[in-house]
């Protein structure tokens, strides 16, 4: 089965209005990744917290959207020594960074990019999440990164959690954030955008990003 949303809720409406949209301040946007790390790490953090703090500090890192996150495969990941997921995009690095290998746009151009340590700390913690969501499903965990986090219905049908998870489920996860942010913290900051692009430029537009390198296309034929 492919990739599912988290809810029978009917999509909203495309708007009508397009990019540009307001960015958030960088403040703002480190402010929704401390955040998020923070609730992630907790004891009693619930993994839908934990994925879209994966979510943040990946894009706070590299700058992908959601359609290059959906395209991360655990392999992907380097961790480090003690980091589940260790793959193939490893190299030299600072103490406690990792890296990620990410497939960019529609051409799914490939580039690593170094993690930050506290972004591995985050992808350490959901690694074994990941695992715990996908124990009730036949044979073994999913490639993908990320994943969905609660049962769900498909066609009538109901899903086990742990199954790669859609745009639209990724969409649906930041607004149910954020509408619970802002009804918490109203009176205290101004709202949160319900789009996670509009944080995602915020990123980007600073040049916190680390750019990566270039790889080769994976079906690409060595020369002899």
């Given at each position: 089965?492919?990739?599912?949303?988290?809810?029978?809720?009917t999509p909203p409406a495309p708007a009508s209005t397009r990019y540009p949209r307001p960015t958030v301040s960088l403040?703002?946007?480190?402010?929704?990744?401390?955040?998020?790390?923070?609730?992630?790490?907790?004891?009693?953090?619930?993994?839908?917290?934990?994925?879209?703090?994966v979510i943040a500090g990946l894009t706070r890192a590299t700058g992908a959207r959601y359609g290059?996150?959906?395209?991360?495969r655990a392999e992907d990941l380097d961790?480090?020594?003690?980091?589940?997921?260790?793959?193939?995009?490893?190299?030299?690095?600072?103490?406690?960074?990792?890296?990620?290998?990410?497939?960019?746009?529609?051409?799914?151009?490939?580039?690593?990019?170094r993690v930050p340590p506290e972004v591995v700390v985050v992808l350490r913690h959901w690694m074994v999440v990941r695992t715990e969501l996908a124990a009730e499903l036949e044979g073994s965990v999913p490639r993908a990164l990320l994943l969905t986090v609660h049962h769900t219905h498909?066609?009538?049908?109901?899903?086990?959690?742990?199954?790669?998870?859609?745009?639209?489920?990724?969409?649906?996860?930041?607004?149910?954030?954020?509408?619970?942010t802002n009804a918490r913290h109203g009176a205290l900051r101004p709202p949160l955008p319900t789009r996670f692009e509009q944080v995602r430029r915020a990123w980007t537009d600073?040049?916190?990003?680390?750019?990566g390198n270039a790889l080769p296309p994976e079906n690409s034929v060595p020369s002899t």
């Open positions: 089965m492919g990739p599912v949303s988290e809810t029978e809720e403040d703002e946007a480190e402010w929704v990744w401390r955040q998020l790390s923070v609730e992630a790490l907790r004891p009693d953090g619930k993994p839908e917290i934990v994925r879209l703090a290059d996150l959906l395209r991360v961790l480090g020594a003690d980091g589940a997921g260790r793959g193939r995009v490893g190299g030299a690095r600072a103490a406690g960074e990792g890296h990620v290998l990410v497939r960019h746009g529609k051409h799914r151009t490939p580039r690593r990019h498909d066609n009538g049908t109901t899903v086990s959690s742990g199954l790669p998870i859609t745009r639209q489920g990724l969409v649906l996860s930041w607004r149910r954030f954020v509408h619970r600073a040049g916190l990003i680390d750019p």
